[in-house]
């Protein structure tokens, strides 16, 4: 699904006027990404209450310099699974910025979802 560039918000409406033909990703790829964050996560000390896969999505913006920026939680899950998730995606410091059509590097928003399965 592409993105967008020069993403604004009004009345809780996205509002943008350019596609992205190239979404961000992390450096190593998609699968290292699923690799940093499964050897990072550290499991709360919590009793949640709880079973199955659970999945606390992450959005990020990364700028054309490929940092990111103004990460939050945009479908909590769990207080506890929540506050972990952005702290592991708060870690990345670094990304491969979207590129346009015209292969430029643009601002974006992407998502991630991180996934915990309870027993």
């Known amino acids: 699904m592409p993105l967008v560039d020069k993403i604004e918000e009004k009345d809780n409406f996205l509002f943008c006027d350019q596609i992205i033909h190239e979404n961000p990703r992390f450096p190593e790829g998609q699968d290292s990404?699923?690799?940093?964050?499964?050897?990072?996560y550290q499991f709360p000390n919590k009793d949640l209450n709880d079973s199955g896969i659970l999945v606390t999505v992450v959005g990020v913006f990364i700028d054309k310099n490929g940092d990111p920026y103004?990460?939050?939680?945009?479908?909590?899950?769990?207080?506890?699974?929540?506050?972990?998730?952005?702290?592991?995606?708060?870690?990345?410091?670094?990304?491969?910025?979207?590129?346009?059509?015209?292969?430029?590097?643009?601002?974006?928003?992407?998502?991630?979802?991180?996934?915990?399965?309870?027993?």
Request: charged share 25%; no cysteine; net charge positive.
């Open 33 to 40: 990404l699923m690799s940093f964050i499964y050897k990072n």
């Open 70 to 119: 103004d990460v939050k939680i945009v479908r909590p899950v769990h207080e506890y699974l929540d506050q972990e998730a952005l702290r592991l995606i708060k870690l990345i410091k670094k990304w491969v910025p979207a590129l346009n059509h015209n292969g430029e590097a643009v601002k974006s928003l992407y998502y991630i979802p991180v996934r915990v399965h309870l027993e």
